[in-house]
């Protein structure tokens, strides 16, 4: 069932939950014990798996998590990630949210839609990619990613950490008695103009039994403008289209 013609107030109050998801300030989290007086080898043995397993990598499923800093006012959010190159489909379901949460995101880059799904609604909302895009723009949020939202999700995934980093190898440190390489990660030119990046570098903890891809903080010098937290991990697990589109079945359509 599909129907067209919702008012310019539901556009807006669905941009506003893109914003929400989207726009949200990055927060800072607590020291960790860290050493940069590793193995050399070790390190370098395991940058080699985390390059491999990124660099074969079709698809994921994640948690991803962010940690408000102490006496921060941010809005902290998490959610659960699932994202298929081959599919090219990713969704973004929001979890542990007072207000918002199980909404849902679908994109479908192949048909260039972006679908909005409520679990507590009979219907799901269809627009097209390029005017959710927009209309972030024309709130002033996200406009750096005005062009595609699939890129907006993918800075927080390892899909695309070898096509927008440069690496180089940082030491180890220690959380919850556990042991992680750390990689500084140094944004490649890719003709984006420095100045408009809120960040230097950023440091990513993978971890050394796996090598997938643990926590993302972004730094301007030496100052910590927040991280997010990859839990919960699968890679190539096999993501189809039926996966990304689970959460639609039973729902009637309204495009926008």
Known sequence: MASTGCHRANKFLYAIIFALILAFPLAAVADEDVSSTADPDSIDSIIQGFVDLVTNLDDISTTIIQVPAKGSNSLALSGRVMYSRSQNMLSFSLVDHPLLGGLTLVLDNNDSAVY???????????????????QLAGLGLGTQYSDSLMVAFEQMLPISVLSNFNLEPMGHAQNDGKDYCLLKATPKDNGT??????????????????????????????????????????????LTKADFMAPLQGKGIVEF
Do not use: T
Not at 116 to 128: L, N, R
Not at 194 to 216: K, M, Q, T
């Open 116 to 134: 909005f799904v409520s679990p507590s609604s009979a219907e799901a909302f269809k627009m097209p990619a390029e005017l959710a895009a927009a």
């Open 193 to 238: 103009d420095g100045e408009e990046r809120s960040y230097d570098y950023a440091v990513i903890w993978v971890d050394p039994d796996n090598f997938h891809l643990c926590r993302l903080e972004q730094f301007s010098g030496e100052e910590s403008k927040g991280a997010f937290l990859l839990v919960d991990s699968s890679y190539n697990c096999g």
